[in-house]
Protein backbone atom coordinates (compact mmCIF):
# COMPACT_ATOMS: atom_id res chain seq x y z
CA UNK A 1 0.00 0.00 0.00
CA UNK A 2 1.54 3.57 -1.24
CA UNK A 3 1.86 6.23 1.40
CA UNK A 4 -0.65 8.35 -0.66
CA UNK A 5 -3.26 5.16 -0.03
CA UNK A 6 -2.40 5.32 3.68
CA UNK A 7 -3.50 8.85 3.69
CA UNK A 8 -6.76 8.49 2.30
CA UNK A 9 -7.56 6.62 5.15
CA UNK A 10 -6.07 8.56 7.83
CA UNK A 11 -6.74 12.28 8.09
CA UNK A 12 -3.55 14.22 7.44
CA UNK A 13 -2.46 16.89 9.88
CA UNK A 14 -3.02 20.48 8.63
CA UNK A 15 0.87 20.95 7.76
CA UNK A 16 0.93 17.84 5.77
CA UNK A 17 -2.31 18.64 3.63
CA UNK A 18 -0.36 21.70 3.03
CA UNK A 19 2.63 20.21 1.72
CA UNK A 20 0.38 17.66 -0.40
CA UNK A 21 -0.83 20.55 -2.09
CA UNK A 22 2.18 22.32 -2.80
CA UNK A 23 3.66 19.36 -3.95
CA UNK A 24 0.75 18.99 -6.37
CA UNK A 25 0.69 22.17 -7.26
CA UNK A 26 4.92 22.32 -8.48
CA UNK A 27 4.06 19.15 -10.28
CA UNK A 28 1.26 20.39 -12.65
CA UNK A 29 3.14 23.30 -13.44
CA UNK A 30 6.69 20.76 -14.10
CA UNK A 31 4.31 18.66 -15.97
CA UNK A 32 2.85 21.03 -17.79
CA UNK A 33 6.72 22.30 -19.12
CA UNK A 34 8.35 19.40 -19.27
CA UNK A 35 6.20 16.60 -19.46
CA UNK A 36 7.12 13.05 -17.51
CA UNK A 37 10.88 14.21 -17.92
CA UNK A 38 10.57 15.35 -14.75
CA UNK A 39 12.16 13.87 -11.51
CA UNK A 40 10.10 13.90 -8.21
CA UNK A 41 13.44 15.42 -7.05
CA UNK A 42 12.52 18.51 -9.16
CA UNK A 43 9.04 18.02 -7.69
CA UNK A 44 10.51 18.72 -4.50
CA UNK A 45 12.68 21.57 -5.28
CA UNK A 46 9.72 23.52 -6.91
CA UNK A 47 7.06 22.73 -4.22
CA UNK A 48 9.82 24.18 -1.43
CA UNK A 49 9.80 21.31 0.41
CA UNK A 50 12.22 18.01 1.37
CA UNK A 51 12.69 15.26 -0.76
CA UNK A 52 11.58 12.77 2.37
CA UNK A 53 8.55 15.25 2.55
CA UNK A 54 7.49 14.37 -0.90
CA UNK A 55 7.88 10.37 -0.69
CA UNK A 56 5.90 10.58 2.54
CA UNK A 57 2.88 11.66 0.42
CA UNK A 58 3.56 9.89 -2.87
CA UNK A 59 5.90 6.72 -2.99
CA UNK A 60 6.79 7.33 -6.65
CA UNK A 61 5.74 9.32 -10.01
CA UNK A 62 2.94 7.72 -10.84
CA UNK A 63 1.59 7.89 -7.62
CA UNK A 64 1.62 11.63 -8.11
CA UNK A 65 -0.19 11.22 -11.64
CA UNK A 66 -2.65 9.42 -9.73
CA UNK A 67 -3.47 12.19 -7.85
CA UNK A 68 -3.52 15.18 -10.43
CA UNK A 69 -5.89 12.83 -12.58
CA UNK A 70 -7.84 12.47 -9.51
CA UNK A 71 -8.07 15.85 -9.00
CA UNK A 72 -8.25 17.30 -12.57
CA UNK A 73 -11.59 14.56 -13.26
CA UNK A 74 -13.03 15.71 -9.48
CA UNK A 75 -12.57 19.52 -10.55
CA UNK A 76 -14.47 18.70 -14.04
CA UNK A 77 -17.41 17.40 -12.37
CA UNK A 78 -17.64 19.89 -9.85
CA UNK A 79 -17.61 22.54 -12.74
CA UNK A 80 -20.77 20.61 -14.43
CA UNK A 81 -22.41 20.35 -10.99
CA UNK A 82 -22.17 23.72 -10.68
CA UNK A 83 -23.31 24.59 -14.05
CA UNK A 84 -26.44 22.75 -13.60
CA UNK A 85 -27.27 25.11 -10.42
CA UNK A 86 -27.75 28.20 -13.52
CA UNK A 87 -31.26 29.46 -14.08
CA UNK A 88 -30.33 29.91 -17.52
CA UNK A 89 -29.10 26.48 -19.11
CA UNK A 90 -27.40 27.30 -21.84
CA UNK A 91 -25.73 30.63 -19.86
CA UNK A 92 -24.73 27.57 -17.84
CA UNK A 93 -23.72 24.93 -20.95
CA UNK A 94 -21.64 28.54 -22.23
CA UNK A 95 -19.99 28.60 -18.81
CA UNK A 96 -18.79 25.48 -18.08
CA UNK A 97 -17.09 24.37 -21.75
CA UNK A 98 -15.51 28.21 -20.99
CA UNK A 99 -14.11 26.71 -17.57
CA UNK A 100 -12.81 23.76 -18.80
CA UNK A 101 -11.34 24.65 -22.00
CA UNK A 102 -9.29 27.33 -19.98
CA UNK A 103 -7.94 24.82 -17.79
CA UNK A 104 -7.07 22.41 -20.50
CA UNK A 105 -5.78 25.17 -22.72
CA UNK A 106 -3.37 26.53 -19.76
CA UNK A 107 -2.59 23.48 -18.26
CA UNK A 108 -1.97 21.97 -21.76
CA UNK A 109 0.99 19.12 -20.49
CA UNK A 110 -1.07 17.52 -17.84
CA UNK A 111 -2.95 16.25 -20.70
CA UNK A 112 -0.45 14.60 -22.27
CA UNK A 113 1.09 13.66 -19.16
CA UNK A 114 -2.06 11.67 -17.77
CA UNK A 115 -3.04 10.02 -21.02
CA UNK A 116 1.18 8.59 -21.62
CA UNK A 117 0.59 6.86 -18.35
CA UNK A 118 -0.23 3.41 -17.74
CA UNK A 119 -2.46 4.70 -15.08
CA UNK A 120 -4.35 7.52 -17.43
CA UNK A 121 -5.21 5.11 -19.59
CA UNK A 122 -7.06 2.61 -17.62
CA UNK A 123 -8.58 5.26 -15.74
CA UNK A 124 -10.04 7.04 -18.63
CA UNK A 125 -13.09 4.94 -18.74
CA UNK A 126 -13.40 5.78 -15.37
CA UNK A 127 -13.43 9.14 -15.31
CA UNK A 128 -15.90 9.37 -18.55
CA UNK A 129 -18.50 7.25 -16.02
CA UNK A 130 -17.91 10.14 -13.39
CA UNK A 131 -18.09 13.26 -15.58
CA UNK A 132 -20.56 12.69 -18.37
CA UNK A 133 -23.73 11.93 -16.35
CA UNK A 134 -23.34 15.16 -14.93
CA UNK A 135 -22.47 16.97 -18.35
CA UNK A 136 -25.00 15.18 -20.07
CA UNK A 137 -28.00 16.78 -17.63
CA UNK A 138 -26.46 20.05 -18.95
CA UNK A 139 -26.91 19.04 -22.75
CA UNK A 140 -30.40 18.05 -22.57
CA UNK A 141 -31.41 20.92 -20.65
CA UNK A 142 -30.45 23.59 -23.08
CA UNK A 143 -31.77 21.30 -25.36
CA UNK A 144 -35.47 21.18 -23.53
CA UNK A 145 -35.06 25.15 -23.08
CA UNK A 146 -34.71 25.64 -26.72
CA UNK A 147 -31.55 27.02 -26.76
CA UNK A 148 -29.17 23.98 -27.85
CA UNK A 149 -30.44 22.33 -31.50
CA UNK A 150 -31.82 19.36 -31.22
CA UNK A 151 -29.40 17.14 -33.29
CA UNK A 152 -26.13 17.54 -31.07
CA UNK A 153 -25.32 14.61 -28.98
CA UNK A 154 -23.39 14.06 -26.44
CA UNK A 155 -20.42 12.69 -28.40
CA UNK A 156 -19.86 15.91 -29.81
CA UNK A 157 -18.64 17.62 -26.74
CA UNK A 158 -15.74 15.70 -26.67
CA UNK A 159 -14.61 16.21 -30.08
CA UNK A 160 -15.46 19.68 -30.25
CA UNK A 161 -13.47 20.32 -26.71
CA UNK A 162 -10.89 18.47 -28.26
CA UNK A 163 -10.53 20.48 -31.49
CA UNK A 164 -10.62 23.78 -29.50
CA UNK A 165 -7.74 22.61 -26.81
CA UNK A 166 -5.28 21.70 -29.74
CA UNK A 167 -5.68 24.95 -30.80
CA UNK A 168 -5.07 26.68 -27.21
CA UNK A 169 -2.25 24.17 -26.62
CA UNK A 170 -0.57 25.17 -30.33
CA UNK A 171 -0.88 28.92 -30.07
CA UNK A 172 -0.74 29.06 -25.96
CA UNK A 173 2.65 31.08 -25.96
CA UNK A 174 2.25 33.49 -29.14
CA UNK A 175 -1.85 34.27 -28.74
CA UNK A 176 -3.07 32.63 -25.54
CA UNK A 177 -6.94 33.40 -26.08
CA UNK A 178 -7.41 32.52 -29.36
CA UNK A 179 -9.27 29.38 -28.45
CA UNK A 180 -12.26 31.87 -27.09
CA UNK A 181 -12.68 32.89 -30.67
CA UNK A 182 -12.70 29.63 -32.29
CA UNK A 183 -15.59 28.78 -28.66
CA UNK A 184 -17.48 31.66 -30.64
CA UNK A 185 -18.07 30.52 -33.60
CA UNK A 186 -18.81 27.07 -32.47
CA UNK A 187 -21.26 28.05 -30.33
CA UNK A 188 -22.92 29.91 -32.77
CA UNK A 189 -23.31 26.91 -35.25
CA UNK A 190 -24.55 25.23 -31.74
CA UNK A 191 -27.72 27.64 -30.73
CA UNK A 192 -30.74 27.24 -32.32
CA UNK A 193 -31.28 31.04 -32.74
CA UNK A 194 -28.31 34.01 -33.58
CA UNK A 195 -30.12 37.49 -34.39
CA UNK A 196 -26.73 38.31 -35.61
CA UNK A 197 -23.29 36.29 -35.62
CA UNK A 198 -21.70 36.97 -32.39
CA UNK A 199 -18.54 39.47 -32.22
CA UNK A 200 -15.28 37.58 -32.65
CA UNK A 201 -12.42 39.85 -31.65
CA UNK A 202 -9.43 40.35 -33.57
CA UNK A 203 -8.02 37.66 -35.55
CA UNK A 204 -4.91 35.32 -35.35
CA UNK A 205 -1.80 36.80 -36.90
CA UNK A 206 -1.74 35.51 -40.59
CA UNK A 207 2.00 33.54 -39.70
CA UNK A 208 1.13 32.20 -36.48
CA UNK A 209 -0.75 28.71 -37.51
CA UNK A 210 2.81 28.67 -39.46
CA UNK A 211 5.01 30.11 -36.93
CA UNK A 212 2.89 27.30 -33.89
CA UNK A 213 3.32 24.22 -35.88
CA UNK A 214 6.97 24.56 -36.38
CA UNK A 215 7.50 25.37 -32.70
CA UNK A 216 5.26 22.39 -31.79
CA UNK A 217 7.88 20.15 -34.46
CA UNK A 218 10.89 21.32 -32.86
CA UNK A 219 9.02 20.68 -29.40
CA UNK A 220 8.16 17.05 -30.10
CA UNK A 221 11.85 16.14 -30.98
CA UNK A 222 13.48 18.21 -28.17
CA UNK A 223 16.04 15.46 -26.76
CA UNK A 224 15.15 15.12 -23.27
CA UNK A 225 17.44 14.34 -19.97
CA UNK A 226 16.83 11.81 -17.82
CA UNK A 227 14.34 11.93 -15.14
Known amino acids: MTAETNNEVRPLRADAQRNREKILAAA ?19 AGVGVGTLYRRFSDKE ?16 LADR ?34 TSYGQVRIAEAKRRIVPSISVLIRRAQDDGYLRRDVVEADFPILESMISSIGTMTSVSSPDLWRRYLTIILDGLATERSRPSPLG ?6 V ?3 EILRSKRLAVRPTSPA
Open 28 to 46: AVLFAERGLEVSLDDVAHQ
Open 63 to 78: SLVEALFENAVQEIVN
Open 83 to 116: ANTAQNSWEGLVWFLEQVLQRQCTNRGLRDVVVG
Open 202 to 207: AGPPSD
Open 209 to 211: AHD
